[in-house]
């Protein structure tokens, strides 16, 4: 049976998870979908960004669009072929970093602007570079921030399959 290579596209399923068990993405199609913006006409295609889209994805060994452990592990299995993998938070999304925590007082906040804890945000700062953040924390006289990626911090397994050598 053939083997994949580097170079080769080909098509897999994942299902990626945190230590503790936590499904974080799939490729694998659920029966529920977690996200309000899936009910949606825009989820019909497939491309409304909201985390709920399903079915084997496609890419070429080695081209770098997807981690390069998941990659690398490709090289040498056979269509059928399962494997776990871990990658850890210094090779997925970094360390979590406390540095990226900031509070904001409410003044320096537009006051249409009503967020609430998890809510993700792209801010922009005085140079106009925009950073997305993570809304933590809300007081009456402050907002705190995490510019961390969600998942920085957490090891990565993936239970990869290979679906086909296209």
Do not use: W
């Not at 694998?28 to 009910?39: A, N, V, Y």
Request: charged share 30%.
């Amino acid at each position: 049976m053939a083997q994949a290579q580097k170079g080769d596209k080909v098509k897999i399923d994942y299902t990626g998870t945190l230590e503790d068990g936590t499904v974080f993405d799939s490729t694998l199609e659920s029966d529920e979908c977690e996200h309000d913006e899936c009910d949606t006409d825009e989820c019909d295609d497939g491309d409304c960004g909201c985390g709920c889209e399903s079915g084997p994805m496609e890419l070429t060994i080695g081209s770098g669009e997807f981690f390069p452990q998941i990659e690398e592990a490709l090289v040498g299995m056979a269509p059928g072929e399962k494997k776990s993998v871990t990658i850890t938070a210094g090779d997925a999304f970094g360390d979590y970093d406390e540095t990226k925590v900031f509070t904001v007082p409410r003044s320096d906040v537009p006051a249409d602007l009503n967020p609430e804890i998890g809510d993700q945000l792209v801010l922009a700062n005085e140079e106009d570079e925009e950073i997305g953040v993570t809304v933590t924390g809300i007081s009456e006289d402050s907002i705190t921030f995490d510019a961390n990626h969600p998942l920085a911090g957490e090891d990565l397994t993936f239970q990869l399959e290979l679906i086909e050598i296209l």
